[in-house]
């Protein structure tokens, strides 16, 4: 007798769709959102070489750090709206393909304007990625286990930090490969790595349920019926419900938590590299191998996080909490500077800044209802976009009105308190809304 004709539990079911959306989606989207974290962030490795060659001052390379999420921003809502049109697959292809031949071709910049052109066309390829990839995985998670399963992908973005900060370093040091200079080489190494995902997004991803041959009958079944949002809901259902989240004070209050928790990761994964050097004096291998230490703590606090926030269904202090020591943790090894007590406050910071991702994505997608979905995620990750936009750039006008580090870290210090309050304020709303 097959496996299929033995009768399964409801919760046998379950466990089974969860051990296979795992493997077979969850840790290949997480792939796509690494390699794309490490092409919008390795311009903070590239700084340390390709300032002092394009002659970049510091207010220069933060809007060219950016700019990228201006186009991210023009590009949340047309992304998402190709991702409906076109499926998981070709959509997915299309900007892999495209991100990945613009992070490549930043081997050949030779001035600040075409380092902000390719970096807008970068953010504005890759800027759906993670609006879609959020929206297609939670067609598949069940709801108690959302903060997990959307953990992994994200936990991706400080894993891509744990490898792209000390091979970045180690690319930078090369001598002159390839007849370039070592920024040159690193952006082309770490750009091809798309182009290959592109032809594996197209011949691999399911676009619906009812299209994973790997999973059972009853399993699809069981996933269709259980899962909010894992069939495309009815044409002739009321429209006005997809625009639920524009008029939801909660929905706003989650993007402009979005908002701070982007502002305090990108700030740090911009000038974090910077402020290292400086304050060490160490090689670019070395200083890679430093920041890596803070975004892998952060990747096991992520998912510790999220796992806490599922097992007590508790979601805005998950977020707060964390935000508020990460911020703590951040100013205080800036103010103990090199050594041990200053790296283990370093740690301890961006351990509790990345790691209140998952648990804040457990929100809105738990609120909105399935026609709302797309668009709630668009606005909020439209809104956070801004904090790439603004806060690299502004922390860079900081260090060189000041010529210290001292206030972009009390900036994003002032972020992280602000983002403790928006979680109060959200928790409050949270309980105002009915039940069920």
Known sequence: MSDSAVPRSEAGIEQAVGIKVLWRLVLPCALFILVGAIDRTNVGFAALQMNADLGLSSTQYGFAAGVLFIGYVLAKYPSVLAYEALGMRRWLALITFAWGLGASAMAAVTSEWQIYALRLFIGFMEGGLSSGLMIYLSQWAPERWRATILAVPIMSINISQVIGAPLSGWL?????????????????????PALVLAGFALAYFPDAPREA?????DERAWVTANVKGAEKPPADGNRSERWAALRSPVGWTCAAIWFCILASNYGVMFWLPT???????????????????????????????????????????????????????????????????????????????????????????????????AMGIVMINMLGSFAGATIPAAMGALRQASGSFLPPTLLLFGIAVVCAALCLVARRQLRQLPSG
């Open 172 to 192: 930078l040091d090369l001598d002159n490969p390839l007849g370039i200079a070592g920024w040159r080489f690193m952006f082309l190494m770490e750009g091809l």
């Open 213 to 217: 041959r790997w999973l059972t009958p």
């Open 275 to 373: 402020i290292v050097k400086g304050l060490s004096g160490l090689s670019a291998t070395q200083t890679g191998l430093i920041v890596a230490l803070p975004n892998a703590a952060a990747a096991i606090a992520l998912v510790l996080n999220a796992r806490h926030s599922d097992k007590t269904g508790e979601r805005v202090l998950h977020v707060a909490i964390p935000a508020l020591i990460g911020g703590a943790g951040l100013l205080a090894a800036f103010l103990l500077g090199p050594g041990l007590p200053g790296l283990a406050m370093l740690v301890l910071g961006g351990a509790c800044t990345g790691c209140t991702v998952a648990a804040f994505w457990a929100i809105p997608t738990k609120l909105l209802p399935p026609r709302a979905l």
